[in-house]
């Protein structure tokens, strides 16, 4: 089983928006839409150039609509900049299929590194965030800096179980 830290499965149809969706607006919206990766065969934004940048033989396969991004959990991951400041209130949604769960370790689904290349509390004074399987269910990490440089981490986890083999909306 793959243990680098990376997702293990299908990624498809990943949304990244300038503020937060009421539930209402999670049904089918564009306003506010900045980035949009369909993974229909690459790691293009279809919205816009946020495109992203695949690393680790990426593959793709069916997806919920059309094709989805077939990550392996070892070396497969995509870098993009979708123009997002994370110190202000932002949603990203995204179909998830993941193939191998192992609750005991994090598999990095999405993430905003900073400047440096640190993840969540890292060695930066600017906020990031990231979307994961941890401990066997979806979280959502933001990191927060104060003016003496300590990060404040805020880890939100997901009241179900993620689905192995099957879509799973986040």
Request: aromatic share 12%; glycine share 12%; charged share 20%.
């Amino acid at each position: 089983p793959p243990s680098s830290g990376l997702f293990n499965g299908l990624l498809d149809e990943v949304k990244v928006y300038n503020r937060v969706l009421s539930s209402f607006e999670i049904q089918d919206i564009r306003t506010g839409l900045i980035a949009h990766y369909e993974f229909d065969g690459n790691a293009n934004d279809s919205i816009g150039n946020n495109h992203g940048e695949e690393h680790g033989g990426i593959k793709y396969a069916s997806g919920v609509s059309g094709q989805a991004g077939l990550f392996d959990g070892i070396d497969d991951y995509i870098t993009a900049n979708a123009a997002l400041n994370s110190d202000t209130s932002f949603s990203i949604t995204a179909w998830v299929k993941p193939t191998f769960i192992d609750g005991n370790y994090a598999h990095t689904i999405i993430f905003e590194r900073d400047s440096a290349g640190n993840d969540a509390c890292g060695s930066s004074s600017s906020g990031n965030y990231g979307l994961q399987v941890y401990e066997g269910k979806f979280s959502f990490d933001t990191a927060t800096y104060d003016t003496s440089g300590n990060c404040n981490l805020t880890r939100i986890f997901s009241d179900t179980l993620p689905s192995l083999n099957e879509y799973n909306f986040v």
